[in-house]
């Protein structure tokens, strides 16, 4: 692979990952020396420069983040963000988390049938809901709701909220379909 296109493939991984990524992944990833990498990595960051996204490294993980010179409208954002009401999608997302914890992404994007991760990133931001590792699949994770989402709606638990059992049946209903449906595809392949 020529440089140039490994700085392109670099970018769009960074991009589409959207969170920290170790080098080690990366020169993996793109059967690289550690060496090539870093020079793919110093001309992606010459090719931003002066641009509203950057590369940032720390230690051996890199990412792709805002630029340092958008700081003061990023925290603007953010605390619209914050502060502002959660909204149609949010208000799904958190539902779906709140009936079918632990849940994954991709499961929450199956039920809503649209991608969550904005969504998901602002309502951990609100300490709403929480990420962890997902123990089935090192490589992504699950989400749940923090301890203290019960208590901010005036609840003991997570199970108080109404109708509780019939909503997590409901929600557990569309996820088996989507299980079934991967199963059948695994099947034919």
Same mark, same amino acid.
């Given at each position: 692979?020529?440089?140039?296109? /490994?700085?392109?493939?670099?970018?769009?991984?960074?991009?589409? $990952?959207?969170?920290? &990524? #170790? #080098?080690?992944? /990366?020169?993996?990833?793109?059967? @690289?020396? !550690?060496?090539? /990498?870093?020079?793919?990595?110093?001309?992606? #960051? %010459?090719?931003?420069? +002066?641009?509203?996204?950057?590369?940032?490294?720390?230690?051996?993980?890199?990412?792709?983040?805002?630029?340092?010179?958008?700081?003061?409208?990023?925290?603007? &954002?953010?605390?619209?963000?914050?502060?502002? !009401?959660? +909204? #149609?999608? +949010? /208000?799904?997302?958190?539902?779906?988390?709140?009936?079918?914890? !632990?849940?994954?992404?991709?499961?929450?994007?199956?039920?809503?049938?649209? =991608?969550?991760?904005?969504?998901? %990133?602002?309502?951990?931001? %609100?300490?709403?809901?929480?990420? $962890?590792? =997902?123990? %089935?699949? $090192?490589? +992504?994770?699950?989400?749940?709701?923090?301890?203290?989402? !019960?208590?901010?709606?005036?609840?003991?638990?997570?199970?108080? &909220?109404?109708?509780?059992?019939?909503?997590?049946? $409901? @929600?557990?209903?569309?996820?088996?379909?989507?299980?079934?449906?991967?199963?059948?595809?695994?099947?034919?392949?």
């Amino acid at each position: 692979m020529d440089n140039d296109t /490994l700085v392109t493939q670099i970018e769009a991984v960074l991009f589409y $990952k959207g969170e920290p &990524m #170790k #080098k080690e992944a /990366l020169a993996k990833l793109f059967s @690289v020396s !550690p060496e090539d /990498l870093e020079e793919a990595l110093t001309q992606l #960051k %010459r090719a931003l420069d +002066g641009r509203g996204i950057s590369i940032i490294e720390d230690g051996d993980k890199i990412a792709m983040a805002t630029a340092p010179g958008a700081k003061e409208i990023i925290e603007a &954002m953010r605390r619209e963000e914050l502060e502002g !009401p959660l +909204g #149609k999608a +949010g /208000l799904e997302t958190l539902a779906v988390v709140m009936y079918q914890q !632990p849940v994954s992404r991709a499961e929450i994007e199956y039920v809503r049938g649209v =991608n969550c991760s904005s969504i998901l %990133r602002s309502l951990a931001m %609100r300490g709403l809901i929480e990420r $962890k590792e =997902n123990p %089935r699949d $090192k490589r +992504g994770y699950i989400y749940q709701t923090t301890p203290e989402l !019960p208590a901010s709606l005036g609840l003991s638990s997570i199970t108080d &909220m109404p109708d509780y059992e019939i909503m997590r049946e $409901k @929600v557990q209903a569309v996820l088996a379909v989507q299980n079934a449906e991967e199963q059948k595809e695994e099947h034919e392949q």
